[in-house]
């Protein structure tokens, strides 16, 4: 209606100021890392074919069912807003010929994915995920590096835990499912509907059951980890050595299932105690049937992907807002021209700052430059500057911009030194 306040739609957000610094900050961090470790950067298409998820991730899953934004496009083809990243990155990798590529390929992703769950704090139907992806090789050392640059980017979030665990090959796990399903329908009646609903197509996913009566009911469940084949379980094994040897901390967790069904050997999931009961930060593992099942040639691979907005929640808020370094006020309007080559000075110098409104009162200007946090303010005058230092109050006559910069850059040398 005319007239009528707007709002966001239910479940996505605003990214205002201060937290776009800090998602940006932790953007830059994840680049650093894993550029670093040689994963370059992919990028996918927002939306997909449906039948890539519906294949990819498991037409079972609660992802494929319930939380796809699905809709046709002006052809009658089905295409779906992205809900993960792995799929999109796997069909990218063949349709490029990546796997011509000396291997293994390792890719970086940082975007918006898209979910149709109920919001709460740090889950949104728009959220943000950064990803990393090894495909190409089976190596235990593969699944560690991936595992360690992880931690390393969540070093800041507190209470952090790592839980890892190991699904085996799919022949193991069907094997293993027929059992559990034999197991659950002994004790059908004391399970939730959603499990009673599932455990002919998908069994494993009531371990990740909130109900009390299905949790009590796992708790004395066959475990997977306990069935799966000798060379899965030295893999395993060879992945905890490699995280033992890294320093990284860790449980094993026999009880643990991922969302995804391309999911073999390895699993892992970082959560969080600052977040509660819904504690999940970031995750992965290994999918080395998922180029199979997408049409190319059998090729292994593992990755993970984390969400920005739970890392930032459980990371506890924090001063990310980006301070000029300097203002620049400009007490009267016909000094604005020297404001503006100044302003371009400072940009090609590195320098931080603000330009003032000259249609304010300086005393209006140098209120805005302390608002800000600014370290310096310069003052345009009719010949030269005045510097001034707002915490101390100090001020000095600079003849030109050149000395105000080198005086703002010695100044920021000498305290990084402190």
Sequence with gaps: MA?????????????????????RALALEADRILGDAGYGVVETPIFEHTDLFARGVGETTDIVQKE??????????????????????????????????????????????????????????????????????????????????????????????????????????????DELRAYLKQHESELSDEVRARIDANPLRAFDSDHRGTQAVMQNAPRLLDRIAPDDAEHFAEVRALLDAAGVSYEVDPTLVRGLDYYTRTVFEFTSDALGA??????????????????????????????????????????????PM????????????TAFRFARDSRRKGVPHELGDAGRSLKGQLKRADQLGAEWTVIVEDAGFTLKHMESGDQQTVETADEVLESVLESAVAESQQ
């Design 278 to 323: 819904q504690s999940g930060v970031a995750g992965g593992g290994r999918y080395d049937g998922l180029v199979k099942q997408l049409g190319g040639p059998p090729t292994p691979g593992v990755g993970w992907a984390a969400g920005v907005e739970r890392i930032l929640l459980a990371a506890g808020s924090g001063d990310h807002w980006r301070h």
């Design 68 to 177: 796809m934004f699905t809709f046709e496009d002006m052809g009658g083809r089905s295409l779906t807003l992205r809900p993960e990243g792995t799929a999109p990155t796997v069909r990218a990798y063949l349709e490029h010929g990546m796997q011509k590529w000396p291997q293994p390929v390792k890719l970086r992703y940082n975007g918006a994915f898209f979910r149709h769950e109920a919001p709460q704090a740090g889950r949104y139907r728009q959220f943000t995920q950064i990803g990393a992806e090894a495909i190409g090789s089976d190596d235990p050392s593969l699944d560690a590096e991936i595992i360690v640059l992880l931690a390393e980017l969540l070093a800041d979030v507190n209470g952090l835990r790592l839980r890892i665990g190991s699904l085996g090959m799919p022949e193991t796990r069907r094997e293993y499912s």
């Design 326 to 337: 300097l203002f620049i006020a400009i007490p009267k309007p016909e000094r604005r021209k």
């Design 3 to 23: 007239g009528e306040k707007l709002k966001a739609p239910r479940g996505t957000f605003d990214v205002l100021p201060g937290d776009g610094e800090r998602r």
